[in-house]
């Protein structure tokens, strides 16, 4: 099945740092990909659409100035936090269509950000 | 708006017991649907999806479609403790358009 890698898995950074975390198709391509944000107990917020080759589309209240959406070739977007601050702290996941034309999402494994 | 809703629960059943969840969306035109198991800590993992009214079933798994009624169910026989899990429910709108429920915490006890 369709596989979508995500790195890192966790990665605590100081506040006002930058911070990129990667998502891949492994076995697809994806001209689409998703960025979600999860805060504890709540459930997944979409951040932003990801488009290959053309800027990413974002949700209401998203800055887009903080959260930088690079989606440079079919198989890799990345989200890159910016200027980072404990109220980042999260679990970022993104996710794909896979290719099998049944319209199913495939999520990576989540990046665990934790801003000190 | 596009919403979808879920009980946010918990729910809570006893080992062996079915569990059912259940969503509802807002938009007519809907046309695809999915469940989703979340463990904590861990990202979403697809159970099954539906197309059509009516039932399609997966192992201990059913999901149950109702246009009609924009309601989409999910039902668990033969809980296991290792079913614990938020549930989400997601409808797909427009194609790349997936709008998920909050999620319905479900606790199987031993």
């Known amino acids: 099945g369709a596989v979508v890698s995500q790195h890192p898995s966790r990665v605590i950074c100081k506040s006002g740092t930058s911070v990129k975390i990667e998502c891949r198709s492994l076995?697809?391509?994806?001209?689409?990909m998703f960025w979600y944000r999860q805060f504890p107990k709540q459930s997944l917020m979409l951040m932003a659409t990801?488009?290959?080759?053309?800027?990413?589309?974002?949700e209401q209240g998203v800055e887009k100035d903080k959260f930088l959406i690079n989606h440079a070739s079919l198989t890799l977007s990345t989200l890159t936090v910016t200027s980072a601050h404990p109220e980042d702290s999260s679990f970022y996941i993104c996710?794909?269509?896979?290719?099998?034309?049944?319209?199913?999402?495939?999520f990576g494994a989540g990046s665990r950000l934790t801003v000190l | 708006q596009k919403e979808v809703e879920q009980n946010s629960g918990p729910l809570s059943v006893p080992e062996g017991a079915i569990a059912s969840l259940n969503c509802t969306y807002s938009?007519?035109?809907?046309?695809?649907f999915f469940w989703y198991r979340q463990y904590s800590g861990k990202s979403p993992e697809l159970i099954m999806f539906?197309?059509?009214?009516g039932d399609k079933e997966d192992g201990r798994f059913t999901a149950q479609l109702n246009k009609a009624s924009q309601y989409v169910s999910l039902l668990i026989r033969d809980s296991q403790p290792s079913d614990s899990a938020t549930y989400l429910c997601?409808?797909?709108?427009?194609?790349?358009?997936?709008?998920f429920g909050a999620g319905t915490r479900l606790t199987v006890k031993p």
């Open positions: 938009d007519r035109g809907s046309q695809s």
């Open positions: 997601a409808v797909d709108y427009n194609n790349n358009d997936m709008r």
């Open positions: 539906i197309y059509s009214n």
């Open positions: 076995d697809f391509q994806a001209t689409t």
């Open positions: 996710s794909a269509y896979d290719s099998s034309g049944a319209n199913v999402l495939t």
């Open positions: 990801s488009n290959e080759g053309s800027k990413a589309t974002y």
